[in-house]
């Protein structure tokens, strides 16, 4: 495992779960994908200490308008947990904890905002 003390060259920002519960995330980009606002991710950041946080999910927008993550759920990050001890939690432990991030944050109403102004710049189907 790697401790924050020793150099790292991997790219990862690491932090305690405790800085991961107080990070203020914010909408960064919604991207859709094949033009049609059923399917897409979004990007969250934070700036940590020098560093840029960056998470990002996949979402699906259900028939009635409701906007979901798809199943299985996965998250995204540059962020690697550390333990007590300064210690790698792993790519499992950190995913965790970024999903119970995620399940705290609001962040469906910034998808739906991407998703209707798609729809409003489509053309109307033939008839």
Known sequence: MIGVNRPN?????????DAVNGIGLEHHATEVNCGSAASGFTEWIAQW???LLVVSWDWTRLDDGIIVQPHPRTVLSN???LNDYAFDQGVDATEAALMRLVDRLDWKPAVARTCDCLMARMPAPAV
Do not use: C, I, P
């Open 9 to 17: 060259h991997d790219y990862y920002v690491r932090m305690s779960l």
């Open 49 to 51: 200490n020098t560093a």
């Open 79 to 81: 962020l690697m947990l």
